[in-house]
């Protein structure tokens, strides 16, 4: 067998790349062989196919420690959780998933109690989302639990949606609200750090609710691919909100050759996570909250400027901005009409302990 070796001198570590360029490197060279393959690396999907009715694929990993906490992660929550994650990421492709797989690895420190609980989390987003269970892979782990969700979709070939579609002057929209999810992780962040210092803390979660929902239990948007579909508009680029309003748009703007204005005033933010942004020590910026937090898995999109009148009527629908030249880059502009240039935050690797 041929030993893989490489040399520490040189070496680069992750946390010099972070997740896009780490993505854009490791996967240079590998270029489509098949027909079939539409689209490969480089959108919330894969598309497959030759016929008009285009498969989408898409899978997506949580790890126990990295993407969440078992001292405040219930197991229902969390199989609703993974499942929710892989089926956002069909919505951002404007298509419909169909089945998953579940793969998971775990250590003797689960029961099997414990593993009937995180599928009956699984069970349950599938019952909702009208999608079938028909496989997966089960294998041991030396500690802890990670679980993988792959998710086969359709699309219409007409009606799929990439990132690489917004042309000069669309409108940018998003659903919902923007960093609830992540208001919700502070919380409980919180809560963790007092109840280690004193294990006879109760935790009080009262009034945060609905942040704490939107972490521990997101809901794909699916809701609002129905309505755009039923209202006959078909977005010109589309993705999903997991890793911040920031780094999103700067995918679609890098994938569409384009730059993009948002607007501070026009971003939806509920007033539960203004409050924790408050409550916070080091008393974090809402804005800055919802540009970079992460995890709310709602649906940022662009549309035709002739969409506009159909859009606006549909609920839950936010129109914060519009798509510039490339040459003007991605940036926020204040109530005070000053331009600041959006930076990714993304993922970064955690160091070994």
């Known amino acids: 067998m041929e030993e893989l070796e490489y040399a520490e ?21 590998f270029a489509p062989r098949s027909k079939s393959t539409i689209k490969g690396i480089g959108d919330d999907c894969a598309v497959i196919g030759n016929s008009r009715q285009k498969l989408l694929l898409t899978t997506d990993t949580m790890a126990e420690g990295v993407n969440f906490d078992m001292m405040y992660t219930p197991l229902k929550h969390l199989g609703y959780k993974a499942v929710a994650r892989s089926l956002s990421n069909v919505a951002a492709m404007n298509g419909r998933p169909l089945q998953i797989l579940v793969s998971i690895a775990v250590s003797n420190r689960y029961s099997v109690e414990a593993i009937e609980q995180i599928y009956e989390g699984v069970r ?26 792959t998710t086969v979709g359709m699309a219409e070939e007409e009606k799929l949606t990439y990132r690489s579609g917004a042309h000069l002057h669309d409108l940018i929209c998003c659903t919902g ?75 679609i703007c890098k994938e569409s050759n384009c730059g993009c204005d948002i607007y501070e005033e026009r971003l939806p933010i509920d007033y539960q996570t203004t409050r924790v942004c408050s409550e916070m020590s080091n008393n974090m910026l809402p804005i800055s909250n919802a540009l970079n937090g992460g995890e709310d898995y709602e649906l940022l999109f662009t549309i035709a400027q002739s969409d506009y009148e159909k859009t606006k009527t549909i609920e839950g629908v936010h129109i914060i901005g519009h798509i510039t030249e490339a040459a003007s880059k991605a940036r926020l502009i204040t109530p005070q009409n000053t331009a600041i240039d959006l930076v990714a935050q993304g993922w970064v690797a955690k160091d070994d302990k």
């Open 124 to 149: 349950r987003c599938c019952d909702r989302y009208d999608v079938d269970l028909v496989g997966g892979d089960t294998t041991s782990s030396r500690s802890g639990l990670v679980i993988t969700v």
């Open 9 to 29: 001198e040189g070496r680069t570590e992750l946390s010099q790349l972070g997740e896009f360029a780490l993505i854009d490197r490791i996967t240079q060279g």
């Open 177 to 251: 609200d923007l960093g609830s999810a992540y208001a919700g992780l502070l919380v409980l962040e919180r809560e963790k750090v007092t109840f280690k210092a004193d294990p006879t803390f109760q935790p009080d979660l009262d009034g945060y609710d609905y942040v704490l929902e939107r972490y521990l239990k997101p809901e794909p948007r699916l809701d609002i691919i129905n309505r755009l579909r039923e209202n006959e508009i078909v977005p010109t680029s589309m993705i999903d909100v997991s890793d911040g309003l920031a780094s999103e748009l700067l995918h």
